[in-house]
Nanobody, 124 residues
Framework: QVQLVESGGGLVQPGGSLRLSCAAS????????TGWFRQAPGKEREGLLC????????YYSDSVKGRFTISRDNTKNTVYLQMNSLTPEDTAVYYC?????????????????WGQGTQVTVSS
């Protein structure tokens, strides 16, 4: 059974950092493109960045460049999202997703498997 599970969310103060994890089961995450997305209350889901074998890291959103990075640990079959310099505008449910057909980072609607999401709240 193919499954993605996010973890690491929580409450953090403005200016703080969090690292989210996206653990895969049922398939090898390293073979495929994986992206991070978020959805804030009352807003549409937005793409943040992704990692692929063809292009490495690709940013979907300029708002996280210089603050968020994506990485893999193939020994743990996990992709991470390191978030620094967090602001209240980063408050959202964060999702990871994998595209098993594209070697490059695709549009959001092309991702095949999604996790259930993890809540990140940035507040003092």
């Amino acid at each position: 059974q193919v499954q993605l599970v996010e973890s690491g969310g929580g409450l953090v103060q403005p200016g703080g950092s969090l690292r989210l994890s996206c653990a895969a089961s049922g398939f090898t995450l390293d073979y495929y493109t994986t992206g991070w997305f978020r959805q804030a209350p009352g807003k549409e889901r937005e793409g943040l960045l992704c990692i692929s074998h063809s292009d490495g890291t690709t940013y979907y959103s300029d708002s996280v460049k210089g603050r968020f990075t994506i990485s893999r640990d193939n020994t743990k079959n996990t992709v991470y999202l390191q978030m620094n310099s967090l602001t209240p505008e980063d408050t959202a449910v964060y999702y990871c997703a994998t595209d098993v057909y594209s070697s490059k980072c695709p549009a959001m609607e092309e991702y095949d498997y999604w996790g259930q999401g993890t809540q990140v709240t940035v507040s003092s």
